[in-house]
């Protein structure tokens, strides 16, 4: 069955979830809960969950290699845990063997997803010793020599999700190769670039010793490629990393030159280089070799889009957090929301992405880059392919700009989330790609119908970012996932989507090629993703379905039945007077109403 | 000589071209059109106009830009696009076009040149050819125009200055100038008052008019006293007021005394379950109390539940009319910017400044106090009285925002309207001082309407499925507010509407018998045009923008009629009604108490009472009412009560919609408030004017098949039998064809299939003729229908039945306290 783990309730209403967990919550106390298979027991014990919205709360808890699992024994309190181990940052014992006061001895979980768990054991005996050893064991199995339940686990599905992304045939959909742009295949067994994907688009007239040239002189070897091209005016999105300036200010003639090369593919009067990074940063880069692209590259302008790096985002989620878990900041919420300046970074990734999608659109090629060009980078490049093409903002058109623009190009998804790892404090650690996903959830709320895959797609994706459920973010990069033989040991994210793919459909999608969507990146028009950031909060609503769509779903029934009637009244009439009846009946095909004609003169 | 020439000219641009006063004067009869495609208003005069302008299209209205003449007349700058259909000279004058500004609603007038912006008042001269005009509006539109190179600089010069001195600039005695600019005509005299009224909502104004909504309501117990017909009893209270039934007039005429401006406790609404929801001002406590004064007092204030009253204060956790101005001011300046600057808060400021409005910590106050009476309310039979100094402000927003809540019908446009006539206009909200078109008097200046709208908007984006009227209905609404040329809105109470009805003539005067009562007012000129109401949305808004004020095919479960004010379902009233009889409470910052001095006559000082009723003040009954409150506090932590909080949770139409109040569920009513030029807007609909949101649409379509298969069980409906074609015009027929409700639309039965296509759901032809059959969710109050009885069969009637048989039933309409509802509705909808 699909879907066996997106299930994180933190209570019976937390509604977000598929059909078979749900089912699953329904059997008696541990004693039938549904496990995946190659799902396996560890433990299970009496214990009370201390939950912040409705007090401590007695029941069981099972621990398996896959999950955390809790259930209230109190029939008056439902309370349901179900909590994939990958989702655990940090567990910590709490109080002492000596420690007075209520359910002060017992364990405490950091969750990555945005919340805590506390646990209050019995004081007698070290209860809880082994449940904390079990516990830390299987929550961060990489640090203890154990595999990821990804490698464990035997679910199948209809679906082979690996096989959503193929890179030659996403080139050959944006037109490539042409007489401007190549395929080349010289980083085939990763030597140019251990970082990138075996197949990259460059430009024709680039010879391969260009390439390792090139290379030698950016970041990580990370060469400017082709992410992206326009379809009529061949303006191109490229990215790469920082050159590698470095205090002396040194200067790289194939650098410059390959640079060029991109700009007279379209002959783009100026080729722009957008550096993602505040220009203090950038500067400050130079120090450790790095650095920005001067005057000396000739026909190209350099653009600072002000993006703070992985560690600022860090701190701005955690503030987030802090405001809204477990409880809400009432009395001043706007300005401690303000203060977490998370909507500020949300709307400055999307101001970027944005200046970049009317740059290219205007027919103007660009380059994106940040320090590394595996995290503002992988934003700005994949949501300005979503303003611009309308096939990522498709359900599978989706999965193959994540596959492509994030896990191909290796953004370090190991590195940021640390799956499997308990280091908690890890300075690599940052919420990059969660911020993406809000900025695409930014743009689903501005563009209702633009989108073909809801926001539930959106919400499955952040839960099995976590879970280690699935093999598709694991591992910083291709190189490191052939090592490990993730496309044949594991199962893909996406077959678990496809194979329940209506699921994630949005009713109200309209298909509109060409159409560039321009987001307001203001704070008038942002807002917090209430139902992802404030989920386990129960007095947010659970909403299965927006209200919205459920009206959508009411009315195609409406519809259904008064066509029904009216064949009925058709057939059951022959009537010459009822020749009204016989015009089409295909509601599909009428004309809108009057009221929308007169409005559309815009100049 | 030269200065001389000067002056000459300005006052020449000043005059009206005498060639199109002709044109638009000897259009007046005929109603014609001017050359350049404005229809003008009779009596209209064309001052100025341009050609070849463009206009700037907000988000609603597709974005963009539309090229078209500009016009500024006496009482409009009037705006007619390239290509707009001609339209039909025979047709009912309409105030405003789509792209209209009325002169009253312009705030401020900005030009940009090159490189420059200048606030344009009536005594400054340019010193540059404007490119852009921007209208800032008092209701927060900012219209902007764009003048074409082809657009001649003389005309955009006159135009801008001819704008310039004829919009009203606050001060006193613009408004009748404007009043009359707009309805002053002979031919707009005899056009308004020709008009018939709006007949599908209840307009307060006579006792009949209050009985039907007792009916409607169910209340028993309660009648209509003319006591205040001749307003001497309380000046700002109504002709009509519903007392209890065992109070007699001569024993209530006593009463008045001891409220505040005698503002005694009146019956608003009944609760289904039987609750009754009163308001009154506040005690007057310097009088003596006699024995038998006390006896009515007491009567008038509990009403039909002798056992139990909670005294709801108002005057606490509210904001006063000064902090609301304050609020809405900040409000405005942050949404519009400093206009002359063309400054705005900047962006990464804006949530905390947005915040320091405390705006939106009023609009939180009024729903959290709406929703302990509404919970109060729904817990069984008592009373409860809103109580306010002078129950004029918060009362009217605190007692219309209950009835939102808890009553479906308010939740359709007509009785929406009718909630507004009662709890505002009719109850006597001062409306003239608190808008303050006059701009005479600041001190009393309080957009409380106003925020009773944003309230209701919050209840609206958070069960937009519960609504019939729409978010364009209530921004109608709001725009309204800001244009002083309705009768609802140009008077403080009703016998100042009185008074000026009957000044101006018999033939405008809604002939009632009373207008020998009151002494000519001075004050207001015989001559002064009449008003027509605010609800009369034809005069200001076209066919198809009053198409949007309602969602095309209604909500479901439908928005019903309250038919039994009697539905005994709840176990708390049993405990509640247990009480010792005569059980006053306060209800304030949360908790019940009982004050001494609660009720004036009963504390020590006054003596009486205690020597007669020797009664200990009971709190017995506390937990039972804290436990009223706290289902509102657990609706906020849904575990506890899942029945009541879960989104599409049970359809129970007297379950209240509580609206969840933490900061980040509380939204900017962006549509209205951010509808200014000074930073780009959000598309909402990609696809804009052209192509509606897939709902619309697709409720559209829904609706054109209900038409069509009107039609067509129309034509079959004649042949059978004369009885069938008569169920679809009138909505009686129909409910008598529904005593059998439920089983009115099976398809297995053949004869009652015909029946079902032959009555159309009344909303159809509602949406259609907006003067056809009453709508469906309009009382059915008419004598005959008491005795429907339960308001099961009902729902269904007026349910879509049809839907109802096709589905699982359970979805429409599930089990209450199904403590697992989360769960099989999550299955339903997966699956």
Known sequence: ?603 | MLTGSKTTFKVRQMLPDIKERMLSQSGVNARSRDVFGLRCLPGECVLQRAVMVRKKLTAREGRGWVSGTLFCTHFRVAFVPQDSPKADDNADPVLLGDHDVALASIEKVVVVGPNRTKLVTPNSSLKFTPEELVLYCRDLRVVCFLFDRLTPDAQVIEITYTIAKTYQPPKPGSVLSFQNAALGSVEMKQFLSNRHRNTHMNWYESASDWEQELERCGATGWRVSSVNDRFEMSTSLPRSIVVPQKVLDTELKKSFAHFNEGRIPRWCWRHPRGSDLMRMSSFQNNIYHEKDDIRNLEMILFGCHSSLCVVVELGEELPSPADIQLAHSRLRALCLGDISTSMSVPDDKWLSTLESTHWLDYTRSCLRKASEVACLLRGGHLTVALQEADDRDMACVVSSLVQVMCDPHCRTQQGFQSLVQKEWVMAGHRFYSRINYHRDNDKEEAPVFLLFLDCVWQLLSQYPSRFQLTDDFLLALHDSIHLPLFSSFLANCQRERCKRSQNIGQSYTPVNGWRDVLHPDSSSDPSDPPLPSVWDWSLQYSKHRRDRFTQPVPPIPPLQPLLNGNLNTNPDAHRLTDTIPGSVFLLSRGTFSCPANLLPWRSGTSGVYKKSHRRAPSSENVPGLERLLKAWALAEFPQGLTSTSAPQGPLDPFEPLLPLLMGPCMGLWRECYLRGALHAQAFSHPISANHPHPVERLAREVQQLKDKLAQVSTSTAIKPASMMAEPRRTDTNLNQNTNNGTFLFPASRPQSATIATAAPPPTSTNHQTSKGAPPASAPPSRPGHKDNGGSNKHTFLFGHSSVAEARPDQRYYPAPNNAKLPKSNGSSISS
Request: proline share 5%.
């Open chain 1, 1 to 603: 069955m699909a879907s066996p783990v997106s299930a994180y309730n933190s209570n019976a209403l937390d509604t977000h979830i598929s059909s078979t967990s749900r089912e699953s919550l329904k059997m008696e106390l541990l004693a039938d809960v549904s496990l995946l298979p190659g799902e396996e027991r560890i433990i299970d014990k009496e214990t009370m969950y201390i939950c912040p919205f409705s007090g401590a709360v007695k029941g069981k808890v099972l621990i398996t290699n896959y999950r955390l699992y809790f259930k209230s024994s109190d029939a008056d309190v439902a309370v349901t845990l179900d909590v994939p181990l990958g989702a655990i940052s940090r567990v910590e014992k709490m109080g002492g063997a000596s420690s007075r006061g209520e359910n002060s001895y017992g364990l405490d979980i950091t969750c990555k997803d945005m919340r805590n768990l506390r646990f209050a054991l019995k004081q007698e005996g070290h209860s809880r010793r082994d449940i904390f050893e079990l516990l830390f064991k299987y929550a961060f199995p990489l640090s203890h020599g154990l595999p990821l339940f990804a490698y464990v686990t035997q679910e199948k599905y209809a679906e082979n999700g690996w096989s959503i992304y193929r890179p030659v045939e996403e080139f050959r959909r944006q037109g490539l190769p042409n007489n401007k742009w190549r395929i080349t295949f010289i980083n085939k067994s990763y030597e140019l670039c251990d970082t990138y994907p075996t197949v990259l688009a460059v430009p024709f007239k680039s010879k391969e010793e260009d390439l390792k040239r090139v290379a030698a002189f950016r970041s990580r070897a990370r060469i400017p490629v082709l992410s992206w091209i326009h379809r009529e005016n061949q303006a191109v999105i490229c990215r790469c990393s920082q050159p590698l300036v470095g205090m002396s200010g040194k200067r790289n003639k194939d650098d410059e030159r390959y640079l060029e090369m991109i700009r007279e593919a379209n002959d783009t009067p100026k080729l722009t280089i957008y550096d993602a990074r505040p220009s203090v940063n950038a500067v400050a880069n130079k120090a450790t070799g790095g650095g920005y692209e001067g005057d000396e590259y000739q026909n190209a302008e350099l653009v600072f889009l002000d993006i703070q790096n992985i560690h600022v985002m860090r701190e701005s989620l955690k503030k987030l957090k802090d405001i809204v878990y477990p409880n809400v900041e009432e009395s001043h919420w706007l300005s401690s929301l303000e203060s977490t300046h998370w909507l500020e970074h949300v709307k400055l990734v999307l101001s970027g992405a944005i200046q970049v999608a009317d740059k290219v659109s205007s027919g103007n090629s660009v380059v994106i880059h940040c320090s590394d060009g595996w995290d503002r980078t992988a934003q700005l490049s994949s949501l300005a392919m979503l303003m611009l093409d309308s096939h990522y903002r498709t359900l599978r058109g989706f999965q193959v700009l994540i596959e492509k623009e994030w896990i191909s190009f290796g953004h370090k998804f190991a590195s940021r989330i640390g799956h499997g790892d308990k280091n908690h404090a890890d300075q690599d650690r940052s919420p990059i790609f969660v911020q993406f996903i809000d900025c695409v959830w930014q743009m689903t709320k501005q563009f209702p119908t633009a989108f073909e895959f809801n926001e539930r797609l959106l919400l499955t994706i952040l839960d099995h970012l976590y879970s280690c459920c699935f093999g598709t973010f694991l591992y910083n990069c291709e190189s490191m996932r052939d090592q490990q033989e993730v496309r044949l040991k594991t199962v893909s994210l996406w077959s678990l989507v496809n194979s329940k793919m209506e699921m994630y459909l949005n009713p109200f999608y309209t298909p509109e090629s060409g159409r560039v969507l321009y987001p307001v990146a203001s704070m008038r028009h942002l807002e917090l993703w209430v139902t992802y950031y404030i989920r386990w909060n129960p007095r947010i609503r659970h909403q299965q379905q927006s209200p919205v769509e459920q009206r959508y779903k009411e009315l195609l029934a409406l519809r259904e039945e008064y066509l029904k009637k009216l064949e009925a009244l058709e057939l059951s009439d022959s009537s010459p007077s009822s020749r009204l009846a016989n015009t089409p009946n295909t509601p599909a095909s009428s004309t809108p109403p009057q009221q929308y004609t007169q409005l559309q003169t815009p100049l």
